[in-house]
């Protein structure tokens, strides 16, 4: 990805102090914002932002790959684990030039509805027969140069996987995800490195996926400083199987483990105990919810205002990407606490900015982005304030009401990369995402 510079003055821009109007954003050579300046009328020169303008949003939690499953499987009903089904037989057609393909298209869409940062939960290593591919991160490669096509920022959450289940080898397509040990999978993992547009960070899939006494090994594998992510407690078999095995809850496991903490990232938390709820909080866990995927497969409703009064940072993520709509997880965020309390406005504005923006940022190992201000990548998304959607909105409410359909412009480290819904480079994103889903049900 291309550093642009140049000067961009918003109507309204949402500043780390909240929504300000006549905001000019100077931007420098290395597509860092080099200032921010209140000005009343945009100066010579200077592009037009005419709506309300965020910073770029970061998809916290992605399964690039699921995309291709989105409208093929929500109308014959099931469960979490019957979905699952389908998505090994998606994930049996892929090799790293589909993948590169598929992957592309999906980036693309991801960053014409606004995500400038996209964390890939990766677990799709080897061929088909689960053996090494002549260079052993083919396939994350792949994604690393679909993210630069796309221009969007990429952290690369290189995900261990060892069991089918608590006790269970891996069987089938599942053989894809496996490194046989922790061990193996950090040597491998050691061969990732980042570069200027790709963060690299490690995942545990799930304490399923992952036996107990391996943990140490990917915890030794990742090092200090990379983000750490992992699947908790989607699903009440999987807290089940936990109890039976281990005695305790999946969080209480990973804190025994000395899995939470600051740099690490729970995905869904949807069935906690109290305790769980504490464990997290204490530690300064943050939490990534995906409420689109979450309601689409029927998991639940996370205690997400629990979460956040524990002390938990929370992100949004799009997970199984049914719905690439960020300002719709930030939506359903505060719609699902609604019902699940009986009361309006549990997150504020500013908060789901927050969750969108900074915090998913900062999951991801990006912790300067997020934000318009001085020494930030100059990410910046625009939503239309005058869609059938967004007019008459206060200003400081159009995040409440917006959906990726109502984003207008979208900027990454200076750079203009997609506009009105198509993108700068790639062009029709519906076109190229149609010919590479029909490609792989082929």
Do not use: K
Request: hydrophobic residues 45%.
């Amino acid at each position: 990805m291309s550093a642009g510079s140049g000067r961009f003055w918003c109507a309204h821009a949402w500043l780390p102090g909240g929504l300000a109007a006549g905001v000019l954003v100077s931007c420098a050579d290395d597509g860092t914002i080099s200032a921010v300046e209140l000005v009343d009328q945009p100066p010579p020169g200077a592009e037009v932002l005419a709506g309300v303008v965020l910073p770029g949003f970061a998809n916290a939690h992605s399964h690039v790959f699921h995309r291709a499953l989105r409208g093929r499987t929500h109308g014959d009903g099931g469960t979490f684990w019957t979905w699952r089904e389908a998505m090994y037989a998606l994930a049996a057609r892929l090799d790293p030039d589909s993948y590169l393909g598929l992957a592309t298209a999906v980036f693309a869409e991801m960053a014409v509805a606004g995500i400038t940062c996209v964390g890939e939960f990766h677990y799709l290593h080897h061929d088909r027969d689960g053996r090494r591919y002549a260079d052993p991160n083919a396939m994350a490669e792949a994604l690393r140069e679909a993210a630069r096509r796309a221009g969007v920022r990429l952290t690369l959450l290189d995900t261990c996987y060892l069991a089918g289940g608590i006790g269970r080898e891996l069987a089938g397509t599942q053989r894809r995800f496996g490194d046989g040990s922790a061990r193996q999978w950090a040597d491998r993992h050691a061969g990732l490195r980042p570069d200027a547009n790709t963060r690299i960070g490690a995942a545990i899939h799930s304490v399923r996926a992952v036996p107990a006494d391996q943990v140490a090994d990917v915890l030794a594998g990742a090092g200090p400083d990379q983000p750490l992510h992992v699947h908790l407690s989607e699903q009440p078999a999987e807290n089940a199987d936990c109890l039976a095995a281990h005695g305790c809850t999946p969080t209480r496991l990973l804190h025994d483990a000395g899995v939470l903490g600051p740099r690490t990232t729970a995905v869904h938390a949807t069935h906690l105990t109290a305790e769980d709820i504490g464990l997290l909080g204490g530690t300064g866990t943050a939490v990534c919810l995906c409420p689109s995927t979450e309601a689409d497969l029927g998991d639940g409703l996370g205690p997400a205002g629990d979460l956040a009064e524990a002390g938990c940072p929370i992100s949004l993520g799009t997970d199984q990407s049914a719905l690439i709509d960020m300002l719709g997880e930030a939506r359903a965020l505060e719609y699902g606490e609604r019902l699940r309390t009986g009361r309006r406005g549990r997150f504020t504005p500013a908060e789901l900015v927050g969750a969108l923006t900074a915090a998913g940022h900062t999951a991801l190992g990006w912790p300067g982005a997020g934000r318009i201000a001085p020494g930030a990548p100059a990410d910046l998304v625009m939503v239309d304030p005058g869609t059938v959607r967004t007019a008459g909105a206060l200003p400081e409410q159009v995040p409440l009401v917006a959906s990726a359909a109502d984003v207008a412009e979208v900027v990454v480290g200076g750079a203009v990369v997609a506009r009105d819904g198509e993108h700068a480079r790639l062009g029709d994103v519906a076109a190229l995402l149609r010919a590479e889903v029909t490609a792989l049900w082929r």
